[in-house]
């Protein structure tokens, strides 16, 4: 499974204008085209982000996902709504699931906050990192394909091990490692939860 992390910068006090939009407007209509959206988040240390997760079976099913939605019909009327709520939508990373996150229903009201921890370095990590997490939900490591839908762009360059929990967990990083932490409260659809 392919996954895009992707996080937002969104103007001042607009994060819970474009969860309304994106929940009401942008899951069934991905799904409808193959695109798995996987889970919808405030970023509770950055209230001026909003942080999701998007999967494909592959990454010739996301490019045929991403050209069918951004040229489609939803995109075309809601787009420019969610557009106007953004600073910066680039801050992507594309990735490789080594253990997917498990599926469960949007209608679950249970579940309490997610935890993401990436680290990142200067050269590829050997899967085998994600064994060290206890009670990871799922992880993640870079997807080295070409973005070969250029009109979203990607971080490049990067490194990265990725995994989410339901509990925050300090795992003592290798030399050379950064380490980013984010803690997420899912939205009212998302469908991963704590």
């Known amino acids: 499974m392919i996954v895009e992390l992707r996080q937002y910068t969104l103007r001042p006090g607009r994060r819970d204008e474009l969860i309304e939009l994106f929940d009401r ?10 695109m798995m959206v ?9 209230p001026d982000r909003f942080v999701w997760l998007r999967g494909f079976a592959d990454m010739t099913a996301r490019r045929k996902g991403l050209q069918d939605f951004y040229s489609g019909p939803v995109w075309a009327e809601h787009g420019p ?8 939508s680039d801050d992507v ?22 935890y993401v921890t990436a680290w990142f ?3 590829r990590f050997d899967p085998e990192f994600a064994d060290r997490v ?8 870079t ?37 980013e932490r984010l803690r997420l409260s899912p939205t009212s659809r998302s469908a991963l939860r704590g």
């Open 121 to 123: 370095r200067d050269h």
């Open 143 to 179: 997807e080295y394909a070409v973005n070969d839908f250029p009109a979203l762009p990607i971080r490049e360059g990067e490194h990265v091990l990725v995994w989410i929990t339901r509990d925050p967990v300090d795992v003592t990083a290798p030399d050379g490692v950064r380490v």
């Open 81 to 88: 709504a969610a557009n106007a709520t953004m600073i910066d």
């Open 38 to 46: 996987l889970g919808q988040f405030r970023d509770l240390d950055r």
């Open 134 to 141: 206890p009670g990871a939900v799922a992880a993640f490591t």
């Open 25 to 34: 407007e942008f899951v069934e209509s991905q799904e409808q085209l193959g």
């Open 93 to 114: 990373l594309l990735l490789r699931a080594i253990t997917a996150p498990p599926q469960r229903s949007r209608d679950t009201i249970q579940g309490g906050l997610l």
